[in-house]
């Protein structure tokens, strides 16, 4: 049986942005949703975002993991814990699905302690979808993996490549590796060995280095690097796009003149906002692991959560792990 499986004590916000997105996907979606949680402060949280507590299955789970934990720690001694529990869930049902706003680090570590990677997967990697003009770029890792190995980004890529063809509808997607330089040559030692082993791999298309500036252009479907980079990557451009918003708003609210211009630019404008807003994305995919886990936004509100929701539906309707499992446990073999 696969389940949809929402922490409901994860995130900044949780419990409350949590069950009123979760009760927004029910409405929408109609799919079964299993809440995890303390009992008493969920049914509560039902009932006042209107909905009938018996239309879920609720777990009750004593304990939460709070940010400053350390992950590991907390993942080994709070067993009756949200996040533990979902994950020993997801151990029994590999075909289920986690959706938590909770800490990254317990999130990963738990995902690690508590299902464990697909054979054949050396690193899972933490995968959010950056926005661009051509419907955004899978980032992969941005986090898991603070040091990585080339063979660990090659596995990112082939992750990367099946989740953006059977969940973004790209069809055979192209992967670039993150580098400053285009040339082949350029880079440190891990970018160099990489770029040959990614250029050597059948599984993927590889498209070559791409250079900063170009990681959000769209010019390839799946971006890979280290998880250090990654990080520095997605903080850049989240930190970018939200001055970028807040400089276009204080110039357009400086006189009369641009406050009509803003009048006549607001559509324009707010297509742009919504491109650029993490809340439409939902999360981020932790592919590699046995069991299907998507990290949502600490600060998720209700909106973003639901789309969380959305995004786990679609995976699973895609059969992502199926299909990761398969390439990988192929040892990497041909593309298809």
């Known amino acids: 049986m696969s389940r949809i499986l929402v922490d409901a004590m994860g995130g900044d916000y949780a419990p409350t942005e949590i069950i009123r997105g979760t009760v927004q996907a029910w409405e929408e979606y109609k799919r079964p949703i299993t809440l995890i949680g303390k009992e008493l402060t969920i049914l509560e ?30 993942i080994r001694r709070k067993k009756d814990s949200s996040l533990v529990k979902a994950f020993e869930i997801l151990r029994e049902e590999h075909d289920s699905i986690l959706i938590s706003a909770g800490s990254t680090g317990a999130v990963l570590t738990g995902a690690l302690l508590k299902v464990g990677r697909i054979k054949g997967v050396s690193r899972p990697g933490l995968a959010p979808l950056l926005p661009n003009p051509s419907g955004g770029s ?37 992967v670039g590796l993150i580098n400053n330089g285009v040339e082949e040559k350029k880079g440190n030692a891990l970018a160099k060995e990489a770029h040959q082993l990614l250029k050597q791999c059948p599984a ?107 995004q786990a539906i679609t995976f699973q309707e895609n059969e992502v792990l199926r299909h990761i499992r398969t390439q990988m446990e192929a040892k990497k073999g041909n593309k298809g």
């Open 138 to 174: 899978l980032l992969i890792d941005c986090g898991a993996n603070v040091d990585s190995k080339p063979e660990n980004l090659v596995d990112f890529a082939i992750m990367g490549s099946i989740y953006m063809e059977k969940v973004m509808g790209r069809e055979n997607p192209t």
């Open 204 to 310: 993927i298309r590889f498209a070559g280095n791409v250079e900063a500036r170009d990681v959000t252009s769209g010019a390839v479907d799946v971006l890979v690097c280290d998880g250090f980079v990654g990080n520095v990557v997605l903080k850049e451009a989240e930190g970018v796009a939200s001055t970028l918003m807040g400089m276009i708003k204080d110039a357009l609210y400086k006189s009369f003149l641009t406050k009509m211009a803003a009048l006549v630019l607001k559509p324009g404008l707010t297509k742009v906002k919504a491109l650029l807003n993490a809340e439409e994305y939902g999360g981020a995919p932790l592919l590699g692991i046995n069991g299907g886990v998507i990290k949502a936004h600490g600060n998720s509100n209700a909106y973003a959560f639901k789309n969380a929701i959305r």
């Open 45 to 74: 949280e039902l009932r006042a975002a209107g909905a009938d507590p018996a239309d879920f299955t609720i777990v009750d789970a004593s304990e939460v993991i709070e940010n400053e934990e350390t992950p590991t720690t907390a």
